[in-house]
């Protein structure tokens, strides 16, 4: 692997940091924002100026209107992207879009990418995926899953009750995770305005960084024709790795931009502020605390683009995307810890940003699989490997 970015990633890096210093931070205290995320109308600004900046949906395929990127170009640029929290939404490769993009070009049949995918990587529509359920259904286990979908004719009806639907308030489309009558999963694109779906109530989440909240969506005898079967019946379980395994890794590069801003933040104080003669980060209490955040962010760093290496070479990933997963989620928020703590008063109020991501990445540690989750998968794994290789003795 090599670590020396190209002349062309560079001049993107630099491209990026430019758009989101000078173009969306500014509008980081726009008032059009609710205890969700972004209004609607913030978005579409945003959208519409990374458009212009030629930034917008850059993980899209060149024919599709993207630029393309590799996963460790991605890593690069979404690492920028996500030094505001506004950043990943003007550039339209937040969460869930982004992975849904991944999955409905990886998937899709021409007819569905034209319906909804193009107008999708334009910045027009937003998506959410629906598959964690309220128990006894899928959560951390997706083979708990309860949504039903019914042979009906040539179609399916589907019945069940969704929940932390991340985006579904106002999103234009829905890929659905459902059980079939012989116990295997598929997976279904429905319009979000069809009256079998149903928008209970959204959540009162710790984030504010998702333009749609967290929903909780009802399937009300919702009848999809079997065009809308995304990829083929009995292949949901298949298709959520293909989406799932670089989906963590995105969220890992975002979130290192967020974890970079707050260190800044927290590097600039301790090296201005004075206390008992001395600036703050003379002490060594606090310049331990900042070199801990370097070294957790170089940590980070280093899973992320080894894991994006592997999967530009073809490699699933799956067991690297989960490792990676868990390092960055605990290593990312050790760093924006620290920093409110460096930054004492001001770290725990408006005053500064840092609070604001502080509340925005607690989550991360939950968000694609708990952190306990990944670690007894991959301990799963590692048993398997070392019986197997015993075996072959």
Known sequence: ????????????QSKTRAFIRDVVMPLENDPRKDSHGPHESLRNELVGLARDAGLLTPHASIAMGGLGLSHIAKAVVFEEAGYSWLGPTAMNIHAPDEGNIHLMEAVGSPAQQERWLKPQVQGHIRSCFAMTEPAPGAGADPSMLQTTATRDGKGYRINGEKWFITGADRASYVIIMAKMEDGSATMF????????????????AMDSCFTGGHGVLRFDNLYVPEEDIL?????????????????????????LGQARRAHDAALNYASQRMAFNKPLAEHEGVGFMLADND???????????????????????????????????E??????????????????????????????MRAFRIYDGPSEVHRWSMARKLVHAAQAAKEQV
Not at 1 to 12: G, I, Q, Y
Not at 189 to 204: C, P, S
Not at 332 to 360: H, N
């Open 1 to 12: 692997m090599n670590f020396e970015l190209s002349d062309e990633l560079k001049a993107l």
């Open 189 to 204: 694109l429905a319009d979000m305005d069809q009256t079998g779906i149903v928008l209970e109530r959204n959540m009162d």
């Open 231 to 255: 990829g083929e019946v009995g292949k949901g379980f298949r298709y959520a790795q293909v989406r799932l395994a670089p989906a963590r890794l995105t969220h890992c590069m975002r979130w």
């Open 295 to 329: 070294m957790d962010m170089h940590t980070a760093r280093l899973h992320i683009w080894h894991t994006a290496w592997m999967l530009d070479q073809g490699h699933r990933c799956n067991f690297e995307s989960s490792r990676a997963k868990v390092v960055c989620s």
């Open 331 to 360: 290593a990312e928020w050790r760093v924006v810890d620290r920093s409110v703590q460096i930054l004492g008063g001001q770290g725990v109020t408006a005053e500064k940003e840092v609070m604001r991501i502080f509340c925005d």
